[in-house]
Structure formats: structure tokens, C-alpha cells
């Protein structure tokens, strides 16, 4: 029998009665013949309650109490559903992640998934109950209970479907799929019907919250077919997929914008061996993620060094920088808050030269100043002034056709 | 290092500011040198709060679901706790009944305690950590979570002290400990600083709410000194301990009082063998636990045949009691639910006899009619009209002088 995985996010559970209604979908499937595991958030609102209620026995909780604390969140959900299920006379269980083995490293509040022992879960369905798994949490080898981050429970499904093998792994979510960018800012995007694994971890990474990236790169790894769709209508989502000949007929998939990071200058920084490790070490140890580096051709053994970093990060790296400033003779710091970063994913680049001189002089029809790029074999990024994303976002996705399905920009 | 077991209820943990008050009482006797074993029940309304959750989505909800569910309120307190010890410098750790390995059967929503695996209880305190225990939770043999029912967390502090063969294992509770007579009803009640292990078992049947029945049962069979006292004061409660030479000259330690049950009485039930089986065997088959039965002497063969069930299922016992007594040829079925059962309790009685007939006078002098009468080696529990319950404590509490610690009524 076919076996299906499908999560549901908070606000698709967020009460007694979208549980009744995300219910009967479940068992729709059950009722078909597929064998059906569900993998449920905690209901929209109660991870901020839980929170709350940390923050005012104290201000700096400790992480693996906070995790205990956490997992309550998924418990109720599992049990209510579960619940609901056996009162309407369908077989079915809920698993605890120390139930479904679901095992992970120590790292409280952002572990990752090392392993998942599916007996227990495979000894349910075989006595043809739906089973309901707890996402976003684990356990460590010795039975701590950890919890896998924001946006966890899509990669408790995407591991599960792969540990099971599953057939599909169906994501539901408040939002129909993936677009071609964002609709709120973006009237004319469309919702794609199909995009590859590597296109939606750009995508992901890029800003596009649709999936959690770690759920992607598990997805891609194990082959597992993800259907990203919502939860409030019947209509299909969007298919992510490994890469077929067809994609590679799609110039780009997508635009997608993040306003997250902030811009660090070095200027007249010497451009001597060792001076990056210098620069960049002490942000490794204090776990700042450094994501776009860019350093200019050297003039007279000088250039400047520019890199972004996450806006919340932006105040500790200056504080680390500034000293090492100082100490290599560079002549300022700066630092800029009011930045974008939009960019435009799609495998069809790889075989496309063009693309990336069409996105440039899409902005500079605009008068956008592109401040920084960076580029990869399927994506290109440019840093802009924040004020004009919006204008970008909409400039390239006609630039590119993206409303369109064309014979150059055809999904299926 | 002597090791102590420390529970703390509902009220007790009811808000933040309450969790921290309690902790600081518990990081006393850390400091102090003793090993900490602190179990804890749900924050109060908390388990309310879960049941109307499960009312919404299922109209009897499934057992092991509402177990799932209900185990979440003491999962929040004890990392609640853990994390407020931790912000202040104290080692400390939560364990829930799947890490404290905490054995039960597979009873949903009233399990039995099979046994517990002290290995990561005493790992962590060999740690000097604060060991957090969830209370009124456990796991059956596949790691399904169970509870213990209504009062479940002093069992498993109990259970726990048990299984560390604890030097001391205090109930912390709203009350200030076991008193003479319900305070509210009786002013002129005295708290006890002791009482044997019989002699709470019978208050606690007999319907004494500050100790679980179960937890006392477990506290005599591995001789658990218990110390039931106030989270709200520092003054010592009531120590539950083994039976000594002094007990013994009380008469009676204790005047209870219960209106939870109802009567049935079948008139001119022929007195042949059998009978007794016909009549309560369908009861037993439903869960239904009778508790005084009483037999008249029979007059040409007929006699009369009382006894008395929870009033909650005095529905369910004529129910099942009216198609025997047709069957088997008695007269009448009647029922009483205006009954109270008032108690007298006290090793003291073993040797004494007159206790039995001052309480007796005692009634008979306030005119009090006593329908029912049971007796045990330590007790003498008495059926009269609900509304002289009050009256009847006050009464029997004069009669033994309760109020006083007499020669013949000492504690210690």
C-alpha cells in the first residue's frame, strides 16, 4: 500500500475545529487504501505562550529545560488529533518522538536528526492505525528531549518520508505552494507547479519561508518527493522534485528577497596572507553566519572588504571587528542596515549565458544601484537599497516573463 | 549524603512567583547537604484546562490520548522549576516518567506503579544536581505514557522514595497536615504530629482528602516515613510513620466523614446459598466497588440485604440490581443518597473495649439514628442522615477529646 506522510503547521491545528477539518482529510487518504503518518506542529499561538511563560521564571532559559517545555506544544496536538480520530471510530495513535525514536544530537533548540528507528512506527501501521508523530522534537542517545528549531516539523515529516521510504511527503502549510515570488508584494506571480530540490534550497535560503531549508536538503538527499500545499483548499500545491530535462527549459523559477542583512565595509584593509582568518575568525567562534564576502581587486596592496551578516548580529560584530580593524591599520568601518538582497533561482542558468546581464540592466533601467552580487550556479544576488525590493521583485519578474507559462518557462 | 523526597502539588506550583518561592525552600535543604528529589503535580487548573480541551474535540475521549495529553501539565511545571534553578546557579535537571523510567502498567488514567529504574535518578544526583521528577505519570513496558489518576504525584513521590530508599519523603500540600477532624466543619480540631501508617489509610479511605490512599499503602509496605505538611509555612505538618508503643495509648486518633456514597437495600432476599454471587457479581464485572454490606439476620428463611456504592453509580447499580431482584424473588429495591458515613479511627481501639459504644451514645444522646454500621480492627465507620454530619464530627470529636493531648490521647 501506498504510504503518504503529511504535516500540518500551527495555524492548520490551530483549534479544536481545524483539527476536526485537517482530520477528515487525513482519513480521506486513510479511506483510499494509502497508509497515512502525520506529523503535527504545536497549535498556532502556544509556542509564544510557552515561551511567555519561561521568560517569566527567567531571562535566560536554560536550553535543555526550554526544550522540555517546548515539546508539550506538539504533545497536546498529537494527543487532541489523535483523539479526534478515535472518537469518530478511526484506528490510530500518537507517537512522542521518544515513541517514534526519532533520535538527534544534543544541540538543544536546534538539533539535528541523526537517526530514526521506524519498528514502533511501522508495527502501528501495520495494524492499519493512522499514526500521529509529535514534530520539531527528538531525543539524544541517553533520552534528553531536544527540539529541532523554527520550522522543524517539516524536516521530522521530510525524515520520516525518508526513513520509511515513503511514496510522498505532502507539506501543508497557509499558503497554496511556491511562487514565482512573493504575492503580497508581487500581483502578477504564479504558483509553480514544479521546481527542483536545488532551486527550493535557494529559494529557502533566499528568504522564501515556505520550507525550511533543512527539511529541503534531507528531501534532496533522500529522494523523498515533497507536495507543498495548503491545508484550506483542495487545490494541488507545488511538486518539488529532482531535476528533469524539462526544468532545465525554464530560465528562471523564481524571485525572492530577504531583508534580513546587514553590510559591513572594511576599508584600506591590507591585502596580505592571514588577514581574512584574522578578520572573520572571532565571528566563526561567536556563531555569526557570514553569508556574502566580497573583497575588491587591490590597489597599491589595499582593498576594502566588504560581507553581509544577519541583521540581529550587527552590533556583536562590530564590537569584535573593531579591534582587529585597528590592529591591521585599516583606515574605517562601516555599516549599513538599509539593504536587500533579491535574487533569481533557476537551473535553466546553467546552460543560459545572459541571464545575469539581463537581471543587471533590469535594475539599472530602474536606477537601482547594485551595491554587492554574488552568484552561484543556479541563483544570482544582488544587494540594492532596501527601499526600492519591492520595485526590483516586480522588474524582474516581468523582465523574465514569470506570469507566464511559455514554451522557455514551462513547468510541466 | 541523606536523601530527601519532596512533592509539591497543584497550588503549590500555581504561578511563577510560587514556583520560585518553592524553589528556594528546596535549594535549602540542597545547601543544607541532602540529596534533592523533588516531584511535582501540574500548575493548578492546569489539568482542567487540558480535560476542556479534550471535551472539544471528543465527547468521551480516548484513554491513552488523555493520558498523552494530561502528562504535558506536569512536563511544564517540572522544566518550569529545573529552569528557574538553573537561572539562579543551582544544578539542576527535569526528568519525565520515560527518563526517570518510571514503570506502570498499562492502565490509561488510573495506572499502577510496577517499578522504577533508579539508574539516571541517581546519576544525576551522584552529579549533586537537583533531580525534578514529573509526578502522576509513567510508562508501560513499550513506552506508552500512562497517569495515575486523581493524586497521582504523592504515589510517585512516595514510589520514588521507596525505590531510593529515601531517609524522608515530605508532601507538600495547601493544608498544614493530618488534623483530628476536617477544620472547616470542626473547630476545635488539632493538627497531629504523628499518625501510624494504619491509621492514615483508613482516614484516607474513609475519606480524608490531604494523602492519596494509594501513596500511604506504598509508604507502609517499604516503611517510607512520610512528612505531610505546608508549602506555605515553615511549621512541621504531620509525620506518617510505622506504629509505635505510644500510638497506642490514643483511643482515637482521628473523626472522618464521607457523603460520597448512596445505599441499596433488597427486602425479603431468600437466605439460600448463592445468592450473595448473583447479586454482586454483575456489579463487580462493572467496576463498581461496593463497600458496606450488611446481612439482618434471616427470619423464615427471608432477610434483608444492604449496602452502600459511590453515589456516581447508584444509576448503573439499580440498573443491574433490578432484574436480580426480580429474578430471585425479593420485595422491594430501595435507595438512600442523603447518607453520610462517619468514622472514628485508632490503633488505641485494638485494646479497648467502650469505644464502640461511646460513639454509640454519642450519637444516640444528639438523636442521631444510625442506619449502618462497619467496623475494622482500627475504625468504626457509622451510616446516619447527611444532614446530622456535621453535628456528628463535632460530637464524637467532644466525646474522645480530640481537642486535647491528653495522657490518653498523646502523639508524642
Given at each position: 500500500m501506498p504510504l503518504i506522510v503529511q504535516k500540518y503547521g500551527g495555524t492548520s491545528v490551530a483549534n479544536p475545529e481545524r483539527i476536526a477539518n485537517v482530520a477528515n482529510r487525513v482519513v480521506k487518504g486513510w479511506r483510499e487504501g494509502h497508509r497515512m503518518v502525520v506529523v503535527l506542529s504545536a497549535m498556532a499561538g502556544e509556542t509564544d505562550r510557552l515561551i511567555g511563560l519561561a521568560r517569566e521564571v527567567a531571562e535566560e532559559p536554560d536550553a535543555r529545560e526550554l526544550d522540555v517545555l517546548m515539546a508539550t506544544g506538539e504533545q497536546v496536538t498529537v494527543a487532541l488529533f489523535s483523539m479526534f480520530l478515535k472518537s469518530q471510530g478511526i484506528p490510530a495513535t500518537s507517537l512522542l518522538s521518544h515513541q517514534a525514536r526519532i533520535y538527534t544530537n544534543r544541540?538543544?533548540?536546534?538539533a539535528r536528526i541523526i537517526?530514526?528507528?521506524t519498528a514502533r512506527i511501522l508495527e502501528e501501521l501495520k495494524k492499519n492505525r493512522i499514526v500521529i508523530v509529535a514534530g520539531f522534537q527528538g531525543v539524544d542517545e541517553v533520552g534528553n528531549i531536544t527540539t529541532l528549531g523554527r520550522g522543524g516539523s517539516d524536516t521530522t515529516a521530510v525524515a520520516i518520508a525518508a526513513a520509511l521510504k515513503a511514496d510522498l511527503c505532502e507539506i501543508y502549510t497557509d499558503v497554496e505552494g511556491v511562487y514565482t515570488a512573493d504575492p503580497r508584494i508581487c500581483p502578477r506571480s504564479r504558483k509553480l507547479s514544479r521546481i527542483s530540490y536545488d532551486e527550493m534550497l535557494e529559494l529557502a535560503s533566499l528568504g522564501?519561508?515556505?520550507?525550511e531549508i533543512r527539511s529541503v536538503g534531507f528531501a534532496k538527499r533522500y529522494n523523498v518527493p515533497l507536495h507543498v500545499r495548503s491545508s484550506f483548499t483542495e487545490r494541488p500545491g507545488t511538486l518539488v522534485t529532482k531535476e528533469d530535462?524539462?526544468?532545465?527549459?525554464?530560465?528562471?523559477s523564481g524571485v525572492t528577497y530577504s531583508k534580513n542583512d546587514a553590510r559591513v565595509t572594511i576599508t584600506?584593509?591590507?591585502?596580505?596572507?592571514?588577514i581574512a582568518a584574522k578578520i572573520f575568525n572571532p565571528m566563526v567562534e561567536a556563531n555569526i553566519v557570514v553569508d556574502m564576502i566580497i573583497q575588491n581587486t587591490s590597489i597599491e596592496g589595499l582593498t576594502d572588504l566588504t560581507f553581509t551578516v544577519p541583521k540581529g548580529d550587527l552590533k556583536k560584530t562590530l564590537e569584535l571587528i573593531q579591534p582587529v580593524a585597528r590592529e591591521i591599520g585599516a583606515d574605517k568601518l562601516l555599516s549599513d542596515e538599509h539593504i536587500a538582497k533579491v535574487s533569481i533561482v533557476g537551473?535553466?542558468?546553467?546552460?543560459?549565458?545572459g541571464v545575469a546581464s539581463r537581471m543587471f540592466s533590469t535594475l539599472a533601467a530602474q536606477n537601482i544601484n547594485i551595491l554587492t552580487i554574488s552568484t552561484s550556479e543556479i541563483k544570482i544576488s544582488c544587494v540594492i537599497e532596501d527601499k526600492y525590493t519591492e520595485l526590483a521583485v516586480r522588474e524582474l519578474h516581468d523582465a523574465f516573463g514569470l506570469e507566464h507559462v511559455r514554451p522557455r518557462n514551462r513547468l510541466n
Open positions: 544541540a538543544y533548540g536546534r537517526g530514526i528507528d522564501a519561508k515556505v520550507l530535462k524539462d526544468m532545465e527549459d525554464i530560465l528562471v584600506r584593509v591590507p591585502d596580505v596572507p592571514g537551473v535553466g542558468m546553467r546552460n543560459n549565458a
